[in-house]
């Protein structure tokens, strides 16, 4: 089967993809760490602990708009054996529990939400797959930090020549980033400015 995934780490066609040996939740802290708490808690004993699998987008397009926020990540293509298949999940609805915790933290329908996430029965809008083995590295789709932020760019409206990437080529993706303003669960006022901070401190721009 054939998935994407981002990730931090950097590896050539061929590679295996394993679970980082920590949990990746020992890196998040507020309302990320508490999306994850709330759907570990509601978690069916027979369902991998999210913060024990791989985590592969079905479609190319729900990868590429994760990948528009991390910072040096790095876009894949993968294959894999389905029967390492532990979960199928919407990221979807990971966005909203988020978005809700960021509104009203006491709202009822959280863990509903957190509930329906395990469900198998739900209708997937942005399918994800929680994998409990390796996947193999077919493509480097991308690995380019300056094309990375040229596309975050661009999907918030900003120009790219005022950056120093007016020279940088986005025509592979320009599809997925027509009229996008909402391209993930985090806070894209202060991830831009953080960013932004980052980029030019290391880069000067």
Known sequence: MIGYRVDRRKFSVGDIIT??????????????????QILEKQRPYNKISRDKVLFIFKEEEHAFNFWLNEIDGKFYKLKFNIKNINHLGDYDIVERIYNLLKKDPNNPKITQLATNYWNPVNTKVKEEILLSGGAEVIE?????????????????GFNLKEFGLG???ISKFKKYIKGNRNVSWFSEGS????????????FGI
Do not use: P
Not at 19 to 31: A, F
Not at 191 to 202: A, M, Q, T, W
């Open 19 to 36: 679970v980082i040996n920590k949990g990746y939740q020992e890196d998040l802290e507020g309302k990320k760490l508490k999306v994850e």
């Open 191 to 202: 991830k831009f400015i953080f960013e932004h901070n980052v980029n030019s401190y290391l």
């Open 167 to 169: 020279n940088v080529d």
């Open 140 to 156: 480097i789709v991308c690995n380019d930090e300056r094309i990375r932020q040229a596309y975050h760019r661009k999907s918030r």
